[in-house]
């Protein structure tokens, strides 16, 4: 079984803390993803990683930054912690299954499996 | 608004009933998944449906896709008060290379035993 971990499972930090959430997972995928949840707004993407030193920004990286260095690993970083990202952290990591079509391979966006999710508060 | 958004936001029905939640989206996508999710926990992915399939079973679990709609339902037979969670429709982009999904805001399904 595909096995995402994250770091802590709760987490209290002050305003203007650098927060670091960790997520591992033991699939050997190539994508990886932080999310945020909120009530009322759903998952909502930060970053994602596609390979090792690899990111690209999602629908709301602001106040957020990203590490990649190894495969297995992917970070979430929040610089200076603001009391609007109080929220639940979601990690998840997905593989990538090429299929050839016209002579071009596209990927076929496969199943996301995600972590337990960190409830971070910032006071 | 959302790509995926999910109706209704919420769901109460008694154990052994049917409970039947929809999804639409905008614009066009390789595949549509649902995911389970109970309470302060992670996602569970439940069952991907492929842009040229119309139906499928999992289960107690039946998903129906109709494109032409821009629309999805899922189907739980015979519910159970485990069954008691948020269910979110995922879809993707058709964009090479773009590994994103983009999640509704999801139903709150409810099964009173």
């Known amino acids: 079984d595909v096995k995402v971990t994250q770091s802590s499972r709760y987490l209290v930090k002050r305003t203007g803390e650098k927060v670091f959430l960790e997520c591992v997972q033991d699939m050997d995928h190539e994508n990886m993803f932080w999310y945020r949840q909120d009530p009322g707004l759903g998952l909502r993407l930060i970053y994602f990683s596609y390979d090792v030193k690899m990111k690209e920004k999602g629908d709301i990286p602001e106040g957020y930054s990203v590490s990649r260095e190894k495969k297995e690993r992917f970070s979430l970083i929040l610089e200076s912690a603001s009391t609007n990202q109080t929220s639940m952290y979601l990690c998840?990591?997905?593989?990538?299954?090429?299929?050839?079509?016209?002579?071009?391979?596209?990927?076929?966006?496969?199943?996301?499996?995600f972590g337990p999710g960190t409830r971070l508060l910032v006071l | 608004s959302q790509q995926g958004e999910e109706d209704p936001q919420a769901l109460s029905i008694q154990e052994g009933e049917n409970a039947t939640m929809n999804c639409s989206y905008k614009t066009s996508i390789n595949n549509l998944q649902w995911y389970r999710q109970n309470s302060g926990r992670g996602l569970v992915h439940l069952i991907l449906?492929?842009?040229?399939?119309r139906e499928k079973h999992s289960g107690r679990l039946r998903v129906t896709l109709d494109t032409s709609k821009k629309s999805s339902s899922l189907l739980i037979t015979a519910s159970r008060a485990a069954d008691t969670a948020s269910y979110f429709c995922a879809t993707d982009s058709l964009d090479f290379g773009n590994e994103k999904l983009t999640f509704g805001t999801g139903t709150r399904l409810t099964i009173i035993p």
């Open positions: 998840a990591s997905s593989f990538t299954v090429p299929q050839q079509a016209g002579g071009q391979y596209l990927p076929l966006k496969e199943t996301q499996y």
């Open positions: 449906i492929r842009s040229n399939e």
